[in-house]
Each structure stands twice: as structure tokens, then as C-alpha cells.
């Protein structure tokens, strides 16, 4: 997965397709988002459940531990090692949902650039991506996305892709109290296959995140 992606709908557009109450606690604000190339390191929606519910916050797209200074933080963490290795070890417990609305990626078809295409739901729903992060209120909080080696024709884009949850699948992946091996289990076998995505070809203009706007996703 490369490392952008679009967030226009408002927050309690994606919390509807949860089909959970709505936040308890709003952080992001009640307009759309209207964000249409979002780039690591910048703040990103995420819903998670706080001590009193289901809570939406800003947060920064990447995280590091404390002792990992000499690499840049990484914005993703795959499935295969996300629950057992030493790295994302400290925040393995603090699970979220990244709802997007799709996202990019980068092809080399022999041009002078890289194709990029979009990448959503064929039901024009939003992806629930399954995501882990320290979310204490400080500046040191961040998060990432879970991905899985891609599947089906999505290999001809990108060898990697986000898991993304069912929204009953996704409740459960937010709700306190859930064993580590099963959730371990969810993300490694129960991601939506390859068949529930489309992709198509958008202009070269995102590749500079400075680009905003719909005509961005527009297939060309």
C-alpha cells in the first residue's frame, strides 16, 4: 500500500456504515472531510473506543517506539509480523478503524512516470482498515494501517493492500476486552478479498500532495 489516501465524507457517514451509535466523543468536527490526498505524517481520522464509547480523533498517519530514532516512522505494519514482533509490540493492543473512502497507488507501465490509480469499494461504501496506534494525547501519538499481501488482480497494481473489515468485523476488532490471538486470527484470514475493490487510472496530479480536490479520483 502507498502511502495515500482520500477521507472526503464527514465522520458520521462512516460511523453510520459501523452501524454503531454515533462518537460519543467527536474530535473531528460534523462537516466532510473533503480530503482527497492525504499524505503520511498528516493528521487522519480514526474511530476507536474510549472508556465511554466510540470516539473519532485526529491522528498523525505513522508511528514509531521510542527507541527506533534512526528510521522514519512507518505508516503501515503487515499482518504477518504486526502481532509478535518487537516493533509494533507497545501498541498491538490499541486497535482502531481507519475509515477511507480509497486510496492510491503507483504503477510502472514504461511511461516517464507512474501510472497512479484510485483504488474504493465496488459498493461505494467506505474501507474499514484495520489499525493499531498510541493514543495518549500526546505528540508522540500515531497510528498505522494493517496490510496483507495483495490478492487477484489488485497484484497487478500493488503487492501489498489494507485490511479491510466487514463492519461487523470491524466492531469487534475495536471492542475492548479482545483475546490478542484472535484478533491476530481476524486480520491474518477475515480482510475482504481482492473481488470487493475496484481500480482505475486518475491523473498524475496527486502526486503532489499539494493537489486537492474530486477531479483527483476521476478515472481517466
Known amino acids: ?15 453510520e456504515v459501523l452501524s454503531m451509535p454515533d462518537v460519543w466523543r467527536n474530535n473531528v468536527g460534523e462537516h ?4 482527497y490526498n492525504v499524505a503520511p505524517t498528516t493528521p487522519v481520522a480514526v474511530l476507536r ?6 470516539r473519532a480523533d485526529l ?10 530514532t534512526d528510521r522514519a516512522a512507518p505508516i503501515n505494519a503487515r499482518v504477518e509480523k504486526v502481532a ?24 510502472d507501465e ?6 497512479p490509480y484510485y483504488i474504493r469499494r465496488r459498493d461505494g461504501q467506505p474501507a474499514l482498515c484495520a489499525s493499531i496506534g498510541q493514543f495518549t494525547g500526546n505528540e508522540h501519538d500515531g497510528f498505522v494501517i494493517i496490510t496483507a499481501d495483495a490478492q487477484g ?14 463492519p461487523e468485523l470491524a466492531r469487534e476488532w475495536i471492542a475492548a476486552g479482545m483475546p490478542s490471538d484472535h484478533a491476530e486470527q481476524m486480520v491474518l484470514n477475515l480482510g475482504e478479498p481482492a473481488e470487493a475493490f475496484e481500480w482505475y487510472k486518475v491523473s498524475t496530479a ?4 499539494r493537489n486537492q480536490g474530486p477531479e483527483l479520483i476521476a478515472p481517466q
Open 1 to 15: 500500500m502507498c502511502g495515500r489516501l482520500t477521507q472526503y465524507r464527514g465522520i458520521h457517514d462512516f460511523v
Open 110 to 115: 514504461g511511461g516517464p512516470k507512474k501510472q
Open 84 to 107: 509478535h514482533g518487537p516493533f509494533f509490540r507497545a501498541i498491538w493492543p490499541h486497535r482502531a478503524i481507519t475509515p477511507i473512502d480509497g486510496w492510491y497507488e503507483w504503477v
Open 206 to 209: 496527486v502526486g503532489n500532495v
Open 32 to 35: 466532510a472531510l473533503q480530503r
Open 49 to 54: 473506543m474510549g472508556e465511554d464509547g466510540l
Open 153 to 166: 488482480g489488485l497484484v497487478d497494481v500493488h503487492d501489498r493492500r489494507p485490511v479491510v473489515l466487514e
Open 59 to 68: 491522528v498523525r498517519w505513522g508511528w514509531r517506539p521510542h527507541w527506533a
